[in-house]
C-alpha cells in the first residue's frame, strides 16, 4: 500500500466527517461523521505504520476501544434526549441550560 494514496483518502473521508459535523443536525448524523472522522484517523495510522513502525499499529487499537467507548455512551445519550424531547435535532436541544 502506497503512502500517498492511502493518506489522500484518509484526508477525504476526514473532510467529509468535518463537513458533516458542521452541516447536518441531526444527532445521529453527527455521531456517523465523527465515527467516520475517527476511521479516517485510523487509516492514517495504518499507512505510517507501514512506513515508520508498528506503532501506528498499536494506537489503531486504543482509538477503536476509544470509538467503542464513545459509541456506547452516545448511543445511550442519544436515547435518553429522544425519550425526554421526541427529537434529535441538535438545534433544538438545550437540556444543559440552567
Same mark, same amino acid.
Given at each position: 500500500?502506497?503512502?500517498?494514496?492511502?493518506?489522500?483518502?484518509?484526508?477525504? #473521508?476526514?473532510? /467529509?466527517?468535518? %463537513?458533516?459535523? *458542521?452541516? @447536518?443536525?441531526?444527532?445521529? !448524523? $453527527? +455521531?456517523?461523521?465523527?465515527?467516520?472522522?475517527?476511521?479516517?484517523?485510523? #487509516?492514517?495510522? /495504518?499507512?505510517? %505504520?507501514?512506513? *515508520?513502525? @508498528?506503532?501506528?499499529?498499536? !494506537? $489503531? +487499537?486504543?482509538?477503536?476501544?476509544?470509538?467503542?467507548?464513545?459509541?456506547?455512551?452516545?448511543?445511550?445519550?442519544?436515547?435518553?434526549?429522544?425519550?425526554?424531547?421526541?427529537?434529535?435535532? $441538535?438545534?433544538?436541544?438545550?437540556?444543559?441550560?440552567?
Amino acid at each position: 500500500m502506497l503512502l500517498g494514496p492511502s493518506l489522500t483518502v484518509s484526508l477525504i #473521508l476526514f473532510s /467529509i466527517g468535518v %463537513a458533516g459535523v *458542521l452541516i @447536518r443536525r441531526n444527532a445521529i !448524523i $453527527v +455521531f456517523m461523521c465523527i465515527e467516520l472522522m475517527l476511521n479516517a484517523v485510523n #487509516l492514517s495510522f /495504518i499507512a505510517l %505504520a507501514q512506513q *515508520l513502525g @508498528r506503532e501506528g499499529q498499536v !494506537i $489503531v +487499537f486504543f482509538v477503536m476501544a476509544v470509538a467503542a467507548a464513545e459509541a456506547t455512551v452516545g448511543l445511550a445519550i442519544m436515547i435518553a434526549i429522544y425519550r425526554h424531547k421526541n427529537s434529535l435535532n $441538535v438545534t433544538e436541544l438545550n437540556l444543559l441550560r440552567g
